[in-house]
């Protein structure tokens, strides 16, 4: 009698990878049927004003800690839900990482890395650490927003170097379908899920790594990155430090499929917004920086007023910081970053005189590498073959169909 596991056997002894096999055993979702007409919440979905009344609506839902807890509950389980999360690999461990190119620079060291993110798909980015470590360092989640190779340039190379001068592990990985990450294009459907679950991932390397101290994880990126960071600080607690920059408003949802393009705001049980999804953070230390010129420029009269407010329910207001700049627009440039440093030196058990101070931090110590260098797959280290690619491919090995 021929068994399955003869099948999966003759298959593997052919080097054919035995996890697509197994992955599609059960019928695929079709996902533009499972989401619903009314789900979405994509771009400015509603006016300021409109949210401002939104903002108060919620506000109506919850009187105490109790209340807002049972509210929170829901929205985790919404978000969940709302990204198909019970689709994604049961799976512990398993990175094998894929780490070269160690340079030693002025305070830290940076090399490139590649890790699994399930059997076939890989999260490429780059690692900074301190050059003179302690035996447990604290950790920093970097990802991204929307440009293309984003993880390689100026900003995003010299804000990484810095949290590793000042003690800590540094993780800049780049989002779905930028930079390395070509294995599927940016605007595939599941595209919220991927990324979320990619960064859960880089969180879960990160804490098996034996320098590093659990109990101290930030996580921080600018718009699209602040997307990701929000999220993922909402549904998982191992992030105890986070700081959101230039993207959590009340009337706009992100206007990419990597955003709003599964029901993560609005579900059979749950209605909410990326304020709410922010709040979610208490009392955990969190920073929200805004400006003047995008959809984050009413966070000192809408959003940071109503995060504070569920701080409040835990007597943690001294852990909600906010950062406005009004005359500025968006992006994660120099007054972002040095805004971010001293909040996560104090948060993390960091050293801020790491980093020169002269009316201002001195980052001329970074030495910004051409993006070549900085390439984790390249001739001498080839993307795994097994690597699943296209997006039909990553959705099929998942259990997705369009």
């Not at 504070?308 to 009004?326: G, I, K, Q, T, W």
């Not at 972002?336 to 001195?362: C, E, M």
Request: net charge neutral; proline share 6%; glycine share 8%.
């Amino acid at each position: 009698m021929i068994t399955i596991n003869k099948i999966l056997s003759c298959f593997a002894i052919l080097g054919i990878p035995v996890g697509v096999l197994v992955a599609v055993d059960t019928a695929p979702l079709v996902l533009h049927e499972a989401i619903g007409k009314n789900q979405l919440r994509v771009g400015h979905h509603w006016k300021p004003a409109e949210a401002n009344l939104k903002m108060k609506e919620y506000s109506a839902t919850w009187k105490d800690k109790a209340s807002w807890e049972k509210r929170a509950s829901s929205i985790r389980k919404g978000i969940l839900e709302g990204l198909f999360w019970d689709k994604m690999p049961q799976i512990e461990g398993e990175f094998n990482p894929i780490i070269h190119s160690r340079r030693e620079m002025d305070g830290y060291v940076v090399e490139n890395i590649a890790i699994q993110s399930f059997p076939g798909f890989y999260i490429t980015g780059n690692l900074y650490s301190p050059l003179k470590p302690a035996e447990r360092n604290p950790a920093i989640l970097c990802p991204h927003g929307h440009l293309a190779d984003k993880r390689l340039k100026e900003d995003v190379q010299i804000r990484s170097a810095a949290f590793a001068r000042l003690g800590a592990v540094v993780f800049a990985y780049d989002m779905v379908g930028y930079a390395e990450s070509t294995q599927t294009t940016h605007k595939m459907p599941i595209a919220a899920l991927l990324q979320t679950w990619n960064s859960k991932r880089v969180l879960d390397y990160l804490v098996s790594r034996p320098d590093v101290d659990s109990s101290r994880i930030g996580m921080t990126g600018g718009s699209g990155g602040g997307t990701q960071t929000f999220v993922l600080t909402a549904i998982d607690d191992r992030i105890t430090v986070s700081a959101p920059v230039v993207q959590v408003s009340a009337h706009f949802f992100g206007g990419c499929v990597c955003e709003s393009g599964m029901p993560i705001h609005k579900g059979a049980m749950h209605e909410t917004n990326n304020v709410e999804l922010t709040a979610m953070a208490a009392p955990r230390p969190l920073l929200l920086v805004s400006n003047g010129a995008d959809w984050t420029r009413n966070s000192p009269r809408i959003e940071y007023p109503y995060v504070r407010s569920v701080y409040a329910l835990y007597d943690a207001e001294h852990n909600a910081e906010h950062v406005h700049l009004f005359n500025e627009g968006h992006d994660y440039g120099y007054s972002k970053r040095t805004s971010v440093y001293p909040f996560f030196a104090h948060h993390l058990g960091l050293n801020y005189k790491q980093i020169p101070y002269n009316y201002g931090f001195d980052e001329s110590f970074v030495t910004v590498l051409p993006r070549e260098a900085l390439y984790v797959f390249d001739e001498a280290h080839p993307r795994p073959a097994d690597a699943l690619i296209g997006d039909d491919a990553v959705m099929a090995y998942l259990g997705f169909e369009r």
